[in-house]
T-cell receptor, first 117, second 116 residues
Framework: GAVVSQHPSWVICKSGTSVKIECRSL??????MFWYRQFPKQSLMLMATSNEGSKATYEQGVEKDKFLINHASLTLSTLTVTSAHPEDSSFYICSAREGGRRNQPQHFGDGTRLSIL | AQSVTQLGSHVSVSEGALVLLRCNYS??????LFWYVQYPNQGLQLLLK??????LVKGINGFEAEFKKSETSFHLTKPSAHMSDAAEYFC??????????????FGQGTILTVHP
């Protein structure tokens, strides 16, 4: 149980294009999902918290107009990297929290490796 | 602000030996704690969690961790390492209340190497 699917796994695109990443909870409903960024050989950094039916909450230093988050249903959140540039290249990972209690664990997708040429 | 420190960025053990990965947190109020494992180019898999119930927590794949409030620690152990345990391990914490409740802060990770 508690499976989170993330697509695509790999994206290579030209500078200036927009890229959409999907995060789905397959066997549970998730009112809250999270988006992280992980640089090589580093830990995960929380970018934003995505709440179903409301606006995402961004962490300090994360540009909300650059990283658009939509959480339109209880099983799907999307992250769109707008007008991507090489410095946006990274490993992006989503997670979904099972249940309504905030001390419940987050379940993670397999990540999306984004490379901007 | 909540923080978590993993002592040792790399740990190397022999197959069959004890695995000990260290995690210390900084918080005046005991937080909720988690251990995750990450294999290359994959997301994170939950090993175990501490949410203020039993202080000795058993997880998957033979791992366990003990919450010690006096030492502000939540070290991960496994009695006998397998080659398949080679991966990166992350300790994560969320405060028990406040505006950051439910948000995870991760340690820097510990890469576990298991040699024959």
């Amino acid at each position: 149980g508690a499976v989170v699917s993330q697509h695509p796994s790999w994206v290579i695109c030209k500078s200036g294009t927009s890229v959409k990443i999907e995060c789905r909870s397959l066997d549970f409903q998730a009112t809250t999902m999270f988006w992280y960024r992980q640089f090589p050989k580093q830990s995960l950094m929380l970018m934003a918290t995505s709440n179903e039916g409301s606006k995402a909450t961004y962490e300090q230093g994360v540009e909300k107009d650059k990283f658009l988050i939509n959480h339109a249903s209880l099983t799907l959140s999307t992250l769109t990297v707008t007008s991507a540039h090489p410095e946006d290249s990274s490993f992006y990972i989503c997670s979904a929290r099972e249940g309504g209690r905030r001390n419940q664990p987050q379940h993670f997708g397999d990540g999306t490796r984004l490379s901007i040429l | 602000a909540q923080s978590v420190t993993q002592l040792g960025s790399h740990v190397s053990v022999s197959e069959g030996a004890l695995v000990l990965l260290r995690c210390n947190y900084s918080s005046s109020v005991p937080p909720y704690l988690f251990w995750y494992v990450q294999y290359p180019n994959q997301g994170l898999q939950l090993l175990l969690k501490y949410t203020s119930a039993a202080t000795l927590v058993k997880g998957i794949n033979g791992f366990e961790a003990e919450f010690k409030k006096s030492e502000t620690s939540f070290h991960l152990t496994k009695p006998s390492a397998h080659m398949s345990d080679a991966a990166e391990y992350f300790c994560a914490v969320t405060p028990a209340g406040g505006t950051s409740y439910g948000k995870l802060t991760f340690g820097q990770g510990t890469i576990l190497t298991v040699h024959p």
